[in-house]
Nanobody, 110 residues
Framework: QVQLVESGGGLVQAGGSLRLSCAVS????????FDWYRQAAGKQRELVAT????RTNYADSVKGRFTISIDKNTVYLQMNSLKPEDTAVYYC???????WGQGTQVIVSS
């Protein structure tokens, strides 16, 4: 089975930056379609960013601040100018196999 292993979450001050990583292993036949989701306490999981065939899309709330990218066997989410409302558990998602990572916690302090 395909496995996604996330890392890079942590505590950061408002205005700071974090880079989340999602290492992909297993039988991946199409390595060009991934999503990042996040889920804040008491709220539903929401789509943050997608990458498909090199093209990217972002939620309005993170446009200009977050960047999704792929390098070799790892998917990244670069997060800049972080705000307290970005606090959530962030999940990596592989579209072709509907595989999810375990989630990584991001806390942004004001």
């Amino acid at each position: 089975q395909v496995q996604l292993v996330e890392s890079g979450g942590g505590l950061v001050q408002a205005g700071g930056s974090l880079r989340l990583s999602c290492a992909v292993s297993g039988s991946v036949f199409t390595f060009n379609a991934f999503d990042w989701y996040r889920q804040a306490a008491g709220k539903q999981r929401e789509l943050v960013a997608t990458i498909t065939g090199g093209r990217t899309n972002y939620a309005d709330s993170v446009k200009g601040r977050f960047t999704i990218s792929i390098d070799k066997n790892t998917v990244y989410l670069q997060m800049n100018s972080l705000k307290p409302e970005d606090t959530a558990v962030y999940y990596c998602h592989l579209l072709i196999s509907n595989t999810w990572g375990q989630g990584t916690q991001v806390i942004v302090s004001s």
